[in-house]
C-alpha cells in the first residue's frame, strides 16, 4: 500500500482502540514514518509499497504502541 492508504488505516485501527484523534495520528505518522526508513534501509523501492509488516504489532492494544 502508499503512504497515504497506510497512515489512514492505522490511525482508524488506533482511534477505534480508544486513543484520542491527535495521538492517534502522531502515533500513525510514527509508524509510517518507520515503515519508510525501513524501506529504504533494506534497500526496497516505495514505488511498490513500503514494509510495513514488522512494524505491525506496535499498533496492537495488547502491545501499546512505542512510537513516539
Known amino acids: 500500500?502508499?503512504?497515504?492508504d497506510l497512515f489512514?488505516?492505522?490511525l482508524t485501527g488506533l482511534y477505534l482502540q480508544g486513543l484520542g484523534l491527535e495521538q492517534?495520528?502522531?502515533k500513525a505518522a510514527a509508524f509510517v514514518?518507520?515503515?519508510v526508513q525501513a524501506?529504504?534501509?533494506?534497500g526496497g523501492q516505495p514505488r511498490m509499497g513500503?514494509?510495513?509488516?514488522p512494524f505491525l504489532p506496535l499498533l496492537s492494544?495488547?502491545?501499546p504502541p512505542a512510537l513516539n
Not at 500500500?1 to 497515504?4: L, R
Not at 524501506?39 to 533494506?42: D, K, L, Q, S, V
Not at 513500503?50 to 509488516?53: I, L, S
Request: net charge neutral.
Open 1 to 4: 500500500p502508499g503512504t497515504g
Open 8 to 10: 489512514t488505516a492505522a
Open 24 to 26: 492517534a495520528a502522531r
Open 33 to 35: 514514518g518507520k515503515a
Open 39 to 42: 524501506t529504504y534501509a533494506g
Open 50 to 53: 513500503v514494509w510495513f509488516e
Open 61 to 63: 492494544s495488547e502491545n
